[in-house]
């Protein structure tokens, strides 16, 4: 009787230990396969932009609101971003999020993640594919709009122009547009001329090497029209360290609107500052909810924007902004 006892106990502990070996069943993971699993293709940290962008994104998709998040930081290479699209089908994420590097080259790897029938949302910059099936929605800027919100001020200085123009990574929606907006403003202002174009890639030391050599090369200018901050904070140490006073010896143009440039339009820096707004976190976590009750977000989001110059500025505002 003893033994039979001392079996049956034996069994029972067997099955409780054999049950909490069982992966699935202890509280921690099945808590974890209760989240959404989403990885994001990050273009990178090229700039203060893209870090309060990512910081959105990893605050909007965090545990405690239900996500559980795979970030993988491409280094503002494409090849990179397929790589870790084509993991994250292995992983067999729920969602697939993409900040895309460039417009095209999307086909075959989001046939890829079709095929898994894994719902692609894309962010911030556009892609350009035949089929748009490929993708579920996008949100992002009008990069053409903000093109022209800057054109707009420098029409407003109503003087002959030498232009410097710092381009953005060749072939990035937010490159593309807003070129396409200075070159509608040089079409139309035979006064304006521009005297140089070359890509910083978004980053401050490119945005500096591209100043300093132009300035060491004797070219004369009046307005840099940068297609971002970062580059533009390159510039303004370039032009600092030449002895030239930035906002006074030439006028500065930039986009993004983060904190740090809005501090320097008010030290008059920098003139004029296009907002991008890098805040979609939120955004991609309203789309995955809605996916999930069985609703059909907008294909495509433009989201709302304004620009800044130092009339409009106070530190209050600034501080209220959040990037
Ligand atoms: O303007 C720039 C960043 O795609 C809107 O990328 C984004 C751009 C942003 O690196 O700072």
Redesign the pocket.
Known sequence: MKKLLLAALLALLCVSLAGCARPGTDPASTQDQRLILVGFSQ?GA??D??KANTLSMQTALSAENGFRLILDDAQQKQEKQITAIRNFINQGVDYIVLAPTTEQGWETVLSEAKAAGIPVIIV??MIEVADNSLFTCWIG?DFRKEGDEAVKWMEREKAPLRIVHLQ?NIG?S?QIGRTEGLDAGLAVHPEWQLVFRASGD?TQAKGQELVEALLNEGTAFDLIYSE???MAYGAIDALKKAGLQPGEDMKIVS??ASSTALHMILNGEISYDVE?NPLHGPRVRAIIEQLEQGETPPKFTYVEETAFDREMLTEALIDSRGY
């Open positions: 273009v090229e700039s932009w893209r911030d910059r800027s953005g990035s937010a978004f971002n901050d970062n986009f993004d991008c």
